[in-house]
């Protein structure tokens, strides 16, 4: 429950190493980090990171849409989410949708932000992928 993020990769084979370079540049995904950043700490004149907000202001800052806030609610139910889970998981979506230079948090940065919990974590009730059964 204390992890924001979990990802689970497949092992590169040689051939994958050997072949050239695809998706953005490092440049590119730091300009849009820095970008981010730029918008959480100009946001409201607070100065403070996603990390560094209250649960009021993240309330107020980070509300999803109706099909994100629905969401959200399925999945901490079929998650058993904690309170610190549900609050980590809207924080994470608020941070995704500023890398994505969206003004609020819409149904896929939940979605994504669900993604992230660690797999035992979506498993945990029946063993189904939370994309089957909550991400629909």
Do not use: C, W
Not at 6 to 27: H, N
Not at 53 to 60: F, K, Y
Not at 109 to 129: D, Y
Request: cysteine-free; aromatic content about 2%; glycine content about 6%.
């Amino acid at each position: 429950d204390r992890m924001d993020l979990s990802i689970e990769l497949p092992a590169v084979t040689p051939a994958d190493l050997a072949a050239p370079a695809t998706g953005e540049t490092t440049a590119i995904v730091a300009d849009r980090v820095a970008k981010a950043r730029a918008a959480q700490t100009a946001r409201g004149g607070e100065g403070k990171s996603n990390a560094a907000l209250s649960d009021a202001e993240l309330s107020r800052i980070a509300a999803p849409d109706q099909e994100g806030a629905n969401l959200l609610s399925r999945a901490a139910e079929a998650l058993s989410l904690s309170a610190r889970a549900y609050t980590r998981t809207l924080r994470v979506a608020r941070t995704l949708a500023d890398l994505d230079g969206a003004d609020g948090v819409r149904r896929r940065h939940i979605a994504e932000a669900v993604s992230f919990r660690k797999a035992s974590e979506r498993n945990a009730n029946n063993n189904a992928p939370a994309s089957a059964s909550v991400i629909t």
